[in-house]
C-alpha cells in the first residue's frame, strides 16, 4: 500500500510541476496582451487629446489659457479606467491636472522631462496609495518647438486581478485534476496491477513450498503479467526437476554413512522411516522471537543451538512444535486452538503454544527447573535449591504439558514424541500412562552428575520414574549414560542389562543411549564480504590490535566466563610484549536476566572485565571489550572468521555447540580453538587445546601457544576438527535418534 501512495504522490508532483510551468507561460502572455492594450489606448487618447490642448500653448501662457486647460482636464477625471490627466510646460513644471491624482505621480516629473529631451513617447507602472498606476507621457508641440507635455495616469489593477484569477482557477484545476487522477491510478494499481501481482506471489510461493505444482498451469489469468508467469513456469518446470534430482540423490544416500547428512537427506529419511508420520516435539522454547521493529510485528530465529537441530525434522515431517508461551506475544494473535504455522515467511509446520500463569511460571521455570534441577545437573559447586512450593508448579506445568500433548495425538496411531531436558522429566511418564502405544524419547541436553550428587534432590525417585517412561534417553556422552544408569540403581527399583544400555520397570523397557549433539555444518565457499559484518564491529568497538580472542556465551555461571578473564590477565602478566597487541572480545548475551543468582553473576563478570581493563587498559587499547548483548548468527559467523583465538572455559558443559560453530566457520582451516576439558565437545575436537577452565596458567600459556601456532599447524588441527564437525553434524544426530525410538 505504501507503495500506491508513492506512485500517486510522485504522478502528482509531476502534473503540478507541468500546471504550474504551462500557468507561468499564461500569466506572462496574459500580462504582455493587457500591457500593450493599455498603451495603444493611452496613446490614441493622447493623440486625440493633442489637438483640443496644444492650441492653448503659446508664448504668453496666461490665466485664462491655463483655466480653459485646467476645464478640458477635469473632465477626464476617474472614468473608468482612466485616473486623469495632467499637462506640464516646456519646463516641467505643472499647468493642470484632474483632481485625485496622486501627487507622488504628477509630482515627479523625471519622466516629463526625458520625453520632452528626447521627443519620444514614454511609459511605465508605478504603485500609488496601494494601487497599480500606468503613466504614459508624449511631448506637446507647435510649429517650431515642443511646448509641453501631456500625461495620461490609468488604472492598471485590473492587470493583477486579471492574473490573480488565472492562478485561483488554474490552481483549482489543477487540485480536481490531481484528486481524478489519484482516485484512477489507485483504482488501476491496487485493484488491477497489485491483485495481479499478489496472485503471482501466491502462486510462486506455493510451488517453493511445495504445495502445488501446476500455479501457473493458466498463464492467460495474469492479464499483463502473462508473459512473466510463463517465464517463471519454464524456471518452475526447472527446479521442480532439480528437487527431485536431490530427493533422488539423497535417497540414494541413505544407507551410505560414509556421504554427508544435509537437510534433504534428513528429508528423504523421515519419509522412508516415518511413512508420512508427524512428529510432536516438546520443547520449552518456541522456534522464533517475536520482537516489534518499527512498530511492526517481526520474527528471528531463536538464539539456541538445540532448536537449530530440530528445526529440519520439524519441517520434513510437517510435525508439531509444542512449547511454553514466550512473554511478549500477543495472545490474541493466536487462533482459538493455540496454534500457529511456521515458519512465518514459510510456514512447513505446526507451533502449538502452553500458556502459563505468572505463579506456574515463577515455581516451574524459573524455580524447580532453573535453580534446582539445572545447577544439580552441574559441577559448578553451585547450590540447588528446592522448594516444596517450586515443585508443586512444576508438576502442574508437567500435567498442563501432558494434557496439551494428548489432545494433539488423540486420533494419531503410535505417534512419535520427543522430549527435551529436565523442564519435562515427569512427562513421558504421564504420556505414556495414557497412551502405551505412544514412541517416547527424551533428550537431556546438560550432562547428567553422579549418583551421589544426584541423591540430594528431594524428589529424586518421582523424576527418574519419569524419564523412565521414555523409550529411548539420550545424553551427549557415554559417562553420562553410565551416571544415569548408575543413578537408578541406587535409587529406582528395575532391572538393568549393562550389556544392552537398557532398564526395565514394570515391564516396560527404556534405552540409554549416547547420541552427542551437533551443528548443521554446510561446508558453503566463504563469499567475498563474509568478513565485512565482522570487521564493521570491530572497528565500531573500536578493536584495532593484531590478535584477536573470542568468546561467545550465554550469561550463565556454567560458561566460565571470569575464570576465563583472569586467563587473559596472567597471559598479559606473563607476556606484556602482548599488551596493546591482544584484545579479547566477550559476547555474552543475556540469559535469566530476572533470577537473583543471574544478576550477580552478570555483577562479577562486570567488574572483573573492569578491573583487568583498569590495569592494563591505555587511552587507545582495553584487553577485555566484553557485550552483554544479544547477535545474531551472521554477525557472529563473521567475527568466528576474524578471530585468532576462539575460547571456552565451560565449567561444565554436556556438549558446547559454540566450539563446533566456530570450526564450521573457518572454511581457511586456520585459527586455534582453546576448549575446556569439561565440555562433551573435548572427546571429538581432537584438535583443539585442551585447558583446565580452573587453571589460570594453562588458560593463558593456550592462549601464547595460540597466537603463536604457525599455519601449518593451525591446519593439521583445524582441518581434524572440520572432517569430525562434517561427519556428525545436527542432521545425523537428529537421524540417529529420530531412529532409535521408531525402531525400539
Not at 83 to 101: E, F, H, T
Not at 177 to 195: G, K, M
Not at 227 to 248: D, G, M, V, W, Y
Not at 576 to 584: C, I, K, L, S, V
Request: hydrophobic share 40%; with cysteine; glycine share 4%.
Amino acid at each position: 500500500m505504501r507503495y500506491i501512495f508513492v506512485i500517486i504522490g510522485s504522478v502528482a508532483m509531476a502534473v503540478s510541476l507541468v500546471s504550474f510551468g504551462f500557468t507561468f507561460r499564461q500569466v506572462n502572455q496574459e500580462q504582455l496582451v493587457l500591457t500593450i492594450n493599455l498603451e495603444q489606448r493611452a496613446s490614441l487618447l493622447a493623440d486625440s487629446l493633442k489637438e483640443s490642448v496644444e492650441p492653448y500653448y503659446t508664448s504668453d501662457l496666461s490665466f485664462s489659457r491655463q483655466a480653459s486647460l485646467q476645464k478640458t482636464v477635469n473632465k477626464f477625471a476617474n472614468r473608468e479606467r482612466l485616473a486623469g490627466i495632467a499637462l506640464y510646460d516646456n519646463k516641467s513644471v505643472l499647468i493642470a491636472s484632474s483632481s485625485g491624482l496622486p501627487k507622488t505621480i504628477i509630482e515627479n516629473t523625471k519622466m516629463v522631462s526625458s520625453a520632452m529631451d528626447s521627443n519620444t513617447q514614454k511609459n511605465n507602472f508605478f504603485d500609488a496609495n496601494g494601487e497599480k498606476r500606468y503613466v504614459f507621457v508624449a511631448p506637446l508641440h507647435n510649429e517650431e518647438s515642443i511646448v509641453g507635455a501631456l500625461m495620461v495616469i490609468q488604472n492598471a489593477g485590473y492587470i493583477n486581478t486579471n492574473i490573480k484569477e488565472i492562478w485561483q482557477g488554474n490552481l483549482l484545476r489543477l487540485i480536481i485534476q490531481v484528486i481524478i487522477f489519484s482516485i484512477t491510478i489507485f483504482i488501476v494499481l491496487r485493484f488491477f496491477v497489485f491483485r495481479q501481482v499478489l496472485r503471482l506471489v501466491e502462486s510462486i510461493k506455493r510451488i517453493r513450498m511445495g504445495e502445488s505444482k501446476e500455479a501457473f498451469k493458466d498463464t492467460n489469468k495474469y492479464s499483463f503479467f502473462t508473459p512473466l508467469a510463463k517465464e517463471i513456469t519454464h524456471i518452475t518446470n526447472s527446479l521442480l526437476q532439480a528437487r527431485f534430482s536431490a530427493s533422488e540423490e539423497a535417497r540414494m544416500r541413505l544407507e551410505k554413512l560414509d556421504t554427508p547428512w544435509t537437510a534433504e537427506r534428513l528429508k528423504e529419511f523421515i519419509k522412508a522411516y516415518l511413512k508420512d508420520q508427524k512428529i510432536f516435539l516438546v520443547f520449552t522454547q518456541e522456534p522464533y522471537e517475536q520482537y516489534n521493529l518499527e512498530n511492526k510485528i517481526s520474527y528471528r530465529v531463536l538464539a539456541n543451538g538445540v532448536a537449530t537441530a530440530f528445526e529440519p525434522l520439524m519441517e520434513a515431517c510437517n510435525g508439531m512444535w509444542i512449547a511454553q508461551s514466550s512473554n511478549n506475544i500477543d495472545k490474541s494473535a493466536i487462533n482459538k486452538n493455540e496454534k500457529i504455522k511456521v515458519p512465518p515467511d514459510s510456514p512447513k509446520y505446526t507451533l502449538r503454544r502452553v500458556w502459563l500463569t505468572e505463579r506456574e511460571e515463577e515455581g516451574y521455570n524459573k524455580g524447580y527447573s532453573i535453580e534446582g534441577l539445572y545447577p544439580l545437573c552441574l559441577n559448578t559447586h553451585t547450590r540447588p535449591i528446592f522448594r516444596e512450593e517450586d515443585w508443586i508448579e512444576y508438576k502442574r506445568v508437567n500435567g498442563k504439558f501432558a494434557e496439551a500433548l494428548l489432545a494433539e495425538v488423540k486420533n494419531v496411531q503410535r505417534p512419535i514424541i520427543i522430549i527435551n531436558e529436565y523442564y519435562f522429566t515427569l512427562l513421558p511418564q504421564m504420556i505414556k500412562a495414557s497412551r502405551p502405544d505412544a514412541r517416547i524419547g527424551i533428550f537431556w541436553h546438560t550432562p547428567w552428575p553422579s549418583a551421589e550428587a544426584f541423591s540430594i534432590c528431594p524428589q529424586r525417585k518421582e523424576i527418574l520414574t519419569g524419564m523412565l517412561g521414555a523409550d529411548i534417553i539420550g545424553f551427549n556422552t557415554p559417562q553420562f549414560c553410565n551416571n544415569f544408569i548408575d543413578t537408578i540403581g541406587k535409587n529406582v527399583e528395575s532391572l538393568i542389562d549393562l550389556d544392552k544400555f537398557s532398564i526395565t520397570k514394570e515391564e516396560h523397557i527404556s534405552q540409554i543411549r549416547s547420541l552427542p549433539i551437533s551443528i548443521a555444518f554446510t561446508n558453503e565457499q566463504e563469499s567475498a564480504n563474509a568478513k565485512l559484518l565482522g570487521k564493521k564491529i570491530l572497528n565500531r568497538l573500536k578493536i584495532k590490535t593484531k590478535y584477536l580472542g573470542l568468546g561467545v556465551d550465554r550469561l550463565d555461571y556454567a560458561k566460565g566466563i571470569p575464570e576465563r578473564f583472569k586467563g587473559v590477565e596472567y597471559f598479559l602478566d606473563t607476556h606484556p610484549e602482548y599488551q596493546g597487541q591482544f584484545t579479547f572480545f566477550q559476547i555474552a548475551s543475556p540469559d535469566r536476566s530476572e533470577i537473583k543468582k543471574y544478576i550477580e553473576y552478570k555483577d562479577i563478570v562486570l567488574k572483573e572485565a573492569g578491573r583487568i581493563n583498569k590495569k592494563f587498559g591505555t587511552k587507545e587499547w582495553q584487553p577485555i571489550v566484553l557485550e552483554t548483548v544479544q547477535y545474531n548468527h551472521s554477525d557472529i559467523n563473521s567475527l568466528y572468521k576474524l578471530t585468532d583465538v576462539c575460547i571456552v572455559t565451560s565449567l561444565h558443559d554436556s556438549m558446547n555447540l559454540v566450539c563446533k560453530e566456530y570450526v564450521a566457520e573457518r572454511n581457511d582451516e586456520l585459527g586455534v580453538l582453546i576448549l575446556s576439558q569439561f565440555t562433551g565437545a573435548a572427546h571429538d575436537l581432537k584438535g583443539a587445546l585442551i585447558i583446565n577452565p580452573y587453571s589460570t596458567k594453562e588458560i593463558a600459556d593456550a592462549i601464547y601457544k595460540g597466537i603463536t601456532m604457525p599455519p601449518k599447524e593451525q591446519n593439521k588441527r583445524m582441518k581434524a576438527m572440520r572432517n569430525s564437525v562434517k561427519n556428525y553434524n545436527i542432521y545425523r544426530w537428529a537421524a540417529e535418534l529420530l531412529k532409535a525410538i521408531v525402531e525400539f
